[in-house]
Nanobody, 123 residues
Framework: VQLQASGGGSAQTGGSLRLSCAASGLRLDQYSIGWFRQVSGKEREGVSCMSGSDDGTHYLESVKGRFTISRDVDNSVFYLQMNSLKPEDTAVYYC?????????????????WGQGTLLTVSS
């Protein structure tokens, strides 16, 4: 299994950006997926996750209503659409997958990780 994250960059406050994670070696309808982020000196936190079995989703409270996780099973890509960005969203974002269909917001439950992609939101 390999995950390749992309789409990070710079954005203004209030702007939008979409992160992508290309997955190989797995089917996205059989694995649960997640996006995590980490700021230097802080613990990694779960931003959003999606069940592999029933499309159930979970969001970090601070991103609810602004971020949306989605997946394209046929093309084996999943996304994190980020709207109304805030400076506090600045972090390195990671995509992850776990080989059980039920979702989890805890990074220790994930087996596969993409490389990080940096998002910087300026005020």
């Amino acid at each position: 299994v390999q995950l390749q994250a992309s789409g990070g960059g710079s954005a203004q406050t209030g702007g939008s950006l979409r992160l992508s994670c290309a997955a190989s070696g797995l089917r996205l309808d059989q694995y649960s997926i997640g996006w995590f982020r980490q700021v230097s000196g802080k613990e990694r936190e779960g931003v959003s996750c999606m069940s592999g079995s029933d499309d159930g989703t979970h969001y970090l409270e601070s991103v609810k209503g602004r971020f949306t996780i989605s997946r394209d099973v046929d093309n084996s890509v999943f996304y994190l659409q980020m709207n109304s960005l805030k400076p506090e969203d600045t972090a390195v974002y990671y995509c992850a997958a776990r080989d059980v269909p039920n979702t989890s917001a805890s990074d220790i439950d994930y087996h596969y990780w993409g490389q990080g992609t940096l998002l910087t939101v300026s005020s």
